[in-house]
């Protein structure tokens, strides 16, 4: 069931692009787009821009990452739930929260995509260098140093290695991730700054060249594909580390003035990051004429000339459709996390679900568009076409999220149930699932905050009269008059609310340490 | 040479020790006992110097070793359970304290197959850390802080992760390598036996504190208390002194003979069997017998106890 949600969904619409790409116009043509000197230029910034992006990443998140893998402060657990919050925030409301606080001039180019990308991706690094970190045998450490190393040799030559594995698979995705940024790129890239993702959506709906985007598609497909693999690679390697210790053997606590001023200081550098630009956000909401107040929010109710519903609507329409989303999400993840962790499980069909990761939301909305336009299938006017491709992108994380904690189940607890009586259906329902009911709740969160905020490929398939909220805010961008900032405004801080509470709702029922989240 | 001074560590206002001091002479070998949570991997850490005690202090060879931190300090440790580099094969491990030093490379060359060859792994050279036995990562551990020629050697419960054949097996490697190198050394166990065979002087730990220092003759001759006498496997404490299992006669009471007890427990221990008899005034009295015929369970036994098997406390 799971290959067959993802044939349908996944690949036909990429079969379409391929067809499209290669087939019209004869093969000539299709190569005049690779040659095309803007192609390269594109392809040629997704690339420095991505690998920009997880640097400065990494160099922000590391004071922090290293604070939470060595000191136990009181809220550290809180410190790790709110650092995710970026990392599923709407990309239009990151996007917009950035073009409220940098200055006119900075607020478009280059400088913004990395920062916006650096504000997503913290959680990234934080929580898997920082999970690993706390993971690690303080005792090697301290064995190098009564053999002699100091503080600098230590870092170099114990712990820098050590860390190694947990650094790359976290680079590679935070690459993967800036590599396929649609929203951000698209709101502060302004021209001349465009992404293979941003361009795909250019060419198909500003230019309707759909030969151009079907070809740029297979670029992004290829780029994606070997990044996808890389990052499985490396995070394969992250699971045979040895030498692990249970957090509360390497934690301690902060104690000199000098410890207390790193903990201090790196976690409020962060907070500040992180929570300047959505405070700024929220007060831009409030900003009507010279004043503040809620005019904004009533406007929300009343008709607009952005599009052919009212701001509301769109809320509602935002929620249905993430519900819906969800719901596939989580079943037909669940089911292929099942097959994945069986032990006779497909490789293939652990790494097909990855792709649509990063096989990029603009490349399966503009699949989509072509593929289900016409018949056999013409499924562009039904209402699940919406929660279907929101689910297709919410899925790798379901399944990120569950195998794991499948693959953690200590094959012995399954045995101790069995030899204290309880029959293979038994231990199926005692053992398994409460373990992974929770993991299931886990992801349904996190399904449910993709879809919210999904906006690449829904930006293709939603019509004017059913947008949701991140559509409906692209929609206020494009308009002119303070109303209509406002109101942007106003929309993203909704989407931030919803989005951050149903994150931190599942943070309390988080069950395993490892994994991304 | 290695002097421990009144020492005291608090985790959380409780005490993990309480004005500790010892002595290590050089070329000695000083065992720790005492059950675990007793203090002494703490106080490990502090003469390592990972561990700031809140008073007290630490000196090497009269040199106050207050602020020194512990890669400074030439004191070498073997941790309970190895704390291998997993990132480094086996001699990579091995000289790496060599490497520290900014040994030249042929003395690391030539150390290294020394103390490797010391630890009977020659030829484990290139092999990964992760590949070898639990009692092959413990040589290498021990090869590892020996290598770069510590003035002390301190041992953490180091065979506490391995299994009984290994660990006797071990235990002579130890005994013959400490005494080859004229090692001075702090060992920590939990083990009596471990203890008695390996120190010159037995530091007995309880709570944190030492109370009890001493030759394996002198701790087993006098045992400062009940607690120490019972650590030690010394069984029988009466009246404040204690009467060695050995010195109690135990033989099936004659037809008509009132007799002391009943027996209670029969266990044997290779050689001997301990007896443990219920007397009629409702106390235990354990007694060793060499003997194949020995009183059943249940027998009614008279009892014997040599005056030279009374130790006072």
């Known amino acids: 069931m799971p290959l067959g949600f993802l044939l349908l969904f996944f690949v036909y619409p990429l079969a379409a692009i391929v067809q499209r790409g290669l087939s019209t116009g004869g093969e000539g043509s299709s190569l005049d787009v690779l040659e095309d000197p803007i192609t390269r230029e594109v392809v040629w910034f997704t690339v420095w821009q991505a690998a920009a992006s997880t640097l400065l990443t990494i160099a922000v998140s590391l004071p922090v990452a290293y ?23 709407p990309t239009v409301v990151v996007a917009l929260a950035f073009l409220a606080i ?36 303080r005792r090697v450490s301290e064995a190098a140093a009564t053999l002699g190393a100091g503080p600098a040799r230590r ?23 800036s590599f396929t ?100 956000l929220v007060e831009r909401s ?160 996190f399904a449910f905050a993709i879809s919210l905020g999904e906006f690449g490929a829904t930006v293709f398939l939603a019509r004017p009269d059913n947008p949701t909220l991140p559509v409906a805010i692209f929609r206020f961008l494009g308009r002119p008059g303070e109303l209509n900032a406002a109101e942007a405004y106003a929309l993203a801080v909704v989407l931030m609310t919803v989005t951050a509470i149903s994150i931190l709702l599942v943070d309390r029922i988080r069950v395993r340490r490892g994994g991304w989240f | 040479m290695l002097r421990v001074e009144d020492v005291t560590v608090r985790f959380e206002g409780k005490p993990a020790l309480d004005g500790v001091s010892l002595d290590v002479a050089d070329g000695e070998v000083v065992t720790v006992l005492g059950p675990s949570g007793s203090g002494k991997s703490t106080l490990l850490r502090v003469v390592t110097g990972l561990q700031r005690p809140d008073s007290g202090r630490v000196l090497l060879d009269g040199r106050d070793l207050d602020g020194v931190p512990p890669h400074r300090r030439g004191i070498g440790l073997v941790f309970q359970d190895q704390a291998l580099f997993p990132h480094r094969d086996v001699w990579g491990n091995v000289v790496f304290g060599l490497r520290m030093r900014g040994v030249l490379s042929e003395e690391i060359e030539a150390r290294g197959r020394e103390v490797l060859a010391l630890v009977g792994l020659r030829g484990f050279e290139r092999r990964s850390v992760a590949t070898l036995s639990g009692g092959e990562q413990q040589r290498v ?30 235990l002579e490697d130890l005994s013959r390598i400490f005494e080859e190198l004229g090692v001075t050394a702090l060992y920590v166990t939990h083990d009596q036996a471990e203890a008695f065979a390996l120190g010159d002087r037995v530091a007995v730990m309880r709570e944190g504190r030492v109370v009890q220092v001493g030759t394996p003759d002198e701790l087993w001759a006098a045992p400062v208390d009940d607690d120490v006498a019972r650590f030690l496997g010394l069984g029988n404490v009466r009246d404040g002194r204690v009467v060695r299992p050995e010195a109690v006669a135990v033989r099936r009471a004659a037809d008509g003979e009132r007799g002391a007890g009943v027996v209670e427990r029969v266990t044997r221990h290779g050689p001997a069997v301990r007896l443990v008899v219920r007397l009629d005034d409702g106390s235990t009295l354990e007694a060793a017998l060499a003997a194949v015929d020995h009183p059943a369970v249940g027998d009614r036994v008279s009892v014997e106890i040599d005056p030279k098997g009374i130790v006072p406390l």
């Open chain 1, 67 to 89: 604070v939470l893998g060595r000191y136990d402060f009181p809220g550290r657990s809180l410190v790790r739930a709110l650092v995710v919050v970026p990392f599923v925030l």
């Open chain 1, 102 to 137: 940098l200055p006119a001039g900075l607020d478009r180019g280059w400088a913004p995509i990395l920062i916006a990308h650096t504000f997503f991706n913290v959680a990234v690094v934080v929580r898997i260098v920082g999970t690993f970190w706390a993971g690690l045998d």
């Open chain 1, 155 to 177: 870092a170099r030559e114990v712990t820098a290695p050590l860390l190694a594995p947990s650094l790359a698979a976290a680079a590679a995705i935070v690459f993967l991730f």
């Open chain 1, 181 to 280: 940024s649609f929203g951000v790129v698209l709101i502060l890239g302004g021209p001349g700054y465009a992404t293979i993702e941003a361009e795909i959506y250019n060419q198909a709906v500003r230019l309707f060249d759909l030969r151009a985007a079907a070809v740029l598609s297979l670029v992004q497909l290829l780029c994606v594909g070997l990044a996808v693999l890389v990052t499985m690679r490396l995070e394969a390697r992250l699971g045979v580390s040895s030498g692990f210790r249970p957090e509360r053997d390497v934690l301690s606590k902060p104690r000199t003035a000098g410890e207390k001023a790193l903990v201090a200081g790196s976690l409020g550098g962060l907070a500040l990051f992180l929570g300047l630009p959505l405070l700024v």
């Open chain 1, 286 to 445: 409030l900003a009507v004429g010279g004043g503040h107040g809620f005019g904004a929010y009533r406007a929300l109710a009343h008709p607009t000339s952005a599009f052919l519903a009212t701001p509301w609507e769109a809320v509602v329409n935002s929620l249905v459709y993430a519900s819906l989303a969800t719901l596939i999400a989580v079943v037909v993840g669940g089911l292929a996390a099942f097959a994945v962790a069986s032990s006779g499980g497909p490789r293939f069909l652990d790494w097909l679900l990855m792709l649509p990761l990063g096989a990029s939301a603009v490349m399966l909305g503009f699949g989509f568009v072509i593929a289900f336009d016409t018949p056999p299938i013409d499924f562009r006017s039904s209402r699940w076409i919406i929660p279907a491709v929101q689910a297709l992108v919410a899925i790798p994380f379901v399944v990120r999220i569950v195998v794991p904690t499948l693959r953690a189940i200590d094959e012995r607890q399954r045995e101790a149930a069995a030899l204290l009586g309880a029959s293979p259906g038994r231990v199926r329902r005692e053992i398994d699932f409460p373990i992974v009911g929770r993991a299931l709740a886990v992801a349904a969160g």
């Open chain 2, 141 to 170: 551990a021990l090869a590892r802080a020996l290598a770069p020629e510590p003035r002390v050697l301190l041992l953490d419960e180091p065979l506490g992760s391995l299994d009984r054949r290994l660990r006797d097996r071990l």
